[in-house]
């Protein structure tokens, strides 16, 4: 699988929105796109995924720039919860089932 | 419902003894992951199993590594002659195995084996 670039840290205040980058300036046009989290002592936790079209669910939204080199993981309102490490994966459809992690993005809620 | 569980939560041995770690995952996932996660790092990916066959164990570091899951459902990882390199969170996950590059997984807890 493609590799992504992520930074190793961001923080952000309470309640406002925050913006998480990652870069996967080789991914192929069968690579979705997902975010999981991993929480302070706890297993990692599905967040979102998307192929072309930025997508929404309850925890997260997910903007996928036209060209699929980058995306962005955004949360409305940061709340304490959601201090965690992010991680930016691609997933081939047509090939291993099993995740690369890389090192993740270490988000830090400030009160 | 009930998690994906993981069977000891910690696990304390010596250098050269032998472990198990169990997993028993979600009623019905037919895919079952095994990861391993060293201080500071993401998990990293050991072994695959669909249904009771592993499917792609390229993941295990060397041969003292084992792993099985005879019905389908619960998992054992085996480390034989542990080493202290071998300390780390054992994660496991499972998911439904569907293909398309969107099965979600669903992780457990893990277990934190420390290799004295």
């Known amino acids: 699988d493609a590799k992504t670039t992520q930074p190793n840290s961001m923080e952000s205040n309470e309640e406002e929105p925050v913006h998480l980058p990652c870069n996967h300036s080789t991914i192929s046009g069968t690579d979705y796109i997902h975010w999981y989290r991993q929480l302070p002592s ?53 090939g291993a089932n099993n995740l690369f992690f890389g090192t993740g993005t270490r988000l830090t809620v400030i009160p | 419902g009930a998690g994906v569980s993981q069977t000891p939560s910690n696990k304390v041995t010596e250098k050269g003894k032998y472990v198990e770690l169990r997993c028993d995952p979600i009623s ?63 994660l496991c996950a499972s998911s439904f195995g569907t293909s398309g590059g969107w099965d979600e997984q669903f992780f457990g807890p893990g277990t934190r084996l420390t290799v004295l």
């Open chain 2, 28 to 90: 019905g996932h037919t895919a079952l992951y095994w990861y391993r996660q060293s201080l500071g790092q993401g998990p990293e990916f050991l072994i695959y199993f669909q249904g009771t066959g592993a499917a792609d164990d390229s993941g295990l570091p060397n041969d003292r590594f084992f792993a099985v899951r005879p019905e389908g459902s619960v998992s054992t990882l085996k480390i034989q002659r542990t080493e202290r390199g071998d300390s780390a969170v054992y």
């Open chain 1, 42 to 94: 706890q297993g990692p936790e599905y967040v979102i995924h998307g192929l072309t079209s930025n997508v929404n669910n309850r925890m997260a939204s997910l903007a996928i720039a036209e060209d699929r080199k980058s995306s962005t993981l955004i949360l409305h309102r940061a709340t304490l919860r959601d201090a965690a490490v992010y991680y930016c994966i691609l997933r081939d459809w047509s």
